[in-house]
């Protein structure tokens, strides 16, 4: 038994090792949350303000733009993945691969080409592993992504977007998939069409017409041109909308982080607890053991000199 007993101890300290790691990468992710919550923030109004810039080109000009102008018949489809570079976050990334997956699958069903792009480590090797083609990836900037980061992945989308010919690397439509931060137990990964753009009525805009009973549209004067603006819009668009996106992305998967953390610092706890009375019950044995001995030792003894003195 007293073996038994050292394997539990042994046991008992390995675990008691690894949630103190667990306890410390759940801290870690906890005051990432906080900032990443801070930059989400911070960006959306900027995002919100150029989305409304756009739409309102769009909607205030006579211009075919491919910006948004949908082809008749789209043949190419965009997918920008967002995935995280390391793990040990739950869910996180299989969650987004397989919204990823349902939106490839029914752009396929649609008769359209799927072209991946993708962000994060985790993201390319499940790609690669099965074989899946990848046009162009990303990754080292998933945790605290910046603008510049934005903006890099946002080039050769924005190109892919604006070059006609297939043969050349054009596509039709570009969309995003990515992970919503919506509180800190609530993350949702979202695919959302990005280009060309849709047109969707605001709660405010909604509530406005419903009060006046009729919509008045606002007249704007373009300078140089509609179309020239819409080509200077185009990459700030798509720039703020990655940018928010990978925000998003990394704020979800700290909370992601924080919660597999929790709940195998949690796990641990229990294990510990059971392994603890294991070798209770283990030493407990071995004392009864050596009591056990003791005694029928003596008792040997006992009868020993019982027998002589006879």
Same mark, same amino acid.
């Given at each position: 038994?007293?073996?038994q007993l050292?394997?539990?101890?042994r046991?008992?300290?390995?675990?008691? %090792?690894t949630?103190?790691?667990?306890?410390?990468?759940?801290?870690?992710a906890?005051?990432r949350?906080?900032?990443?919550?801070?930059?989400?923030?911070?960006?959306e109004?900027?995002?919100?303000?150029?989305?409304?810039?756009?739409?309102a080109v769009?909607?205030?000009?006579?211009?075919?733009?491919?910006?948004?102008?949908?082809?008749?018949?789209?043949?190419?489809?965009?997918?920008?993945?967002?995935?995280?570079?390391?793990?040990?976050?739950?869910?996180? !990334?299989? !969650? +987004?691969?397989k919204a +990823?997956?349902?939106l490839?699958?029914?752009?396929?069903?649609?008769?359209?080409?799927?072209?991946?792009?993708?962000?994060?480590?985790?993201?390319?090797?499940?790609y690669?592993f099965r074989?899946r %083609?990848?046009?162009?990836?990303?990754?080292?900037?998933?945790?605290?992504?910046?603008y510049?980061?934005?903006?890099?992945?946002?080039?050769p989308?924005?190109?892919?977007?604006?070059?006609?010919?297939?043969?050349?690397g054009?596509?039709?439509e570009?969309?995003i998939?990515y992970?919503?931060?919506?509180?800190?137990?609530?993350?949702?990964?979202?695919?959302n069409?990005?280009?060309?753009l849709?047109?969707?009525?605001?709660?405010?805009?909604?509530?406005e017409?419903?009060?006046?009973?009729?919509?008045?549209?606002?007249?704007?004067?373009?300078?140089?041109s509609?179309?020239e603006?819409?080509?200077?819009?185009?990459?700030?668009?798509v720039?703020?909308?990655?940018y928010?996106?990978?925000?998003?992305?990394?704020?979800?998967?700290?909370?992601?982080?924080?919660?597999?953390?929790?709940?195998?610092?949690d796990?641990?706890?229990?294990?510990?607890?059971?392994?603890t009375r294991l070798?209770?019950?283990a030493?407990?044995?071995?004392?009864?053991?050596?009591?056990?001995?003791?005694?029928?030792?003596?008792? %040997?003894?006992?009868?020993?000199? +019982?027998?002589?003195?006879?």
């Amino acid at each position: 038994m007293g073996a038994q007993l050292r394997v539990y101890k042994r046991r008992i300290k390995s675990v008691t %090792a690894t949630k103190k790691i667990t306890r410390a990468m759940e801290m870690i992710a906890a005051s990432r949350i906080v900032k990443a919550q801070r930059r989400v923030r911070a960006s959306e109004p900027y995002s919100k303000e150029l989305t409304r810039a756009v739409t309102a080109v769009a909607r205030g000009s006579n211009v075919e733009h491919w910006l948004t102008t949908e082809v008749e018949r789209p043949a190419r489809a965009a997918v920008l993945l967002v995935t995280s570079d390391r793990g040990l976050a739950g869910g996180y !990334n299989s !969650n +987004a691969i397989k919204a +990823a997956d349902q939106l490839t699958n029914r752009l396929i069903g649609e008769g359209k080409e799927v072209v991946n792009y993708i962000v994060g480590n985790k993201g390319v090797s499940y790609y690669r592993f099965r074989d899946r %083609a990848i046009q162009q990836s990303w990754n080292g900037f998933t945790d605290n992504p910046t603008y510049a980061d934005a903006k890099r992945v946002a080039e050769p989308l924005i190109e892919a977007i604006k070059t006609e010919s297939a043969a050349q690397g054009g596509v039709d439509e570009l969309h995003i998939v990515y992970t919503e931060f919506v509180s800190m137990m609530t993350q949702t990964p979202v695919a959302n069409r990005m280009l060309p753009l849709t047109f969707e009525k605001s709660a405010e805009e909604s509530a406005e017409v419903l009060v006046k009973g009729t919509e008045l549209l606002p007249l704007y004067d373009f300078e140089p041109s509609a179309e020239e603006v819409l080509d200077e819009l185009l990459p700030r668009y798509v720039e703020s909308r990655i940018y928010n996106a990978l925000l998003q992305a990394a704020a979800s998967k700290h909370a992601a982080t924080r919660r597999a953390m929790k709940s195998a610092t949690d796990n641990a706890e229990e294990l510990i607890k059971s392994l603890t009375r294991l070798a209770n019950a283990a030493r407990q044995a071995d004392i009864t053991q050596e009591i056990s001995e003791i005694v029928g030792g003596a008792s %040997a003894l006992a009868d020993a000199s +019982a027998g002589s003195d006879r």
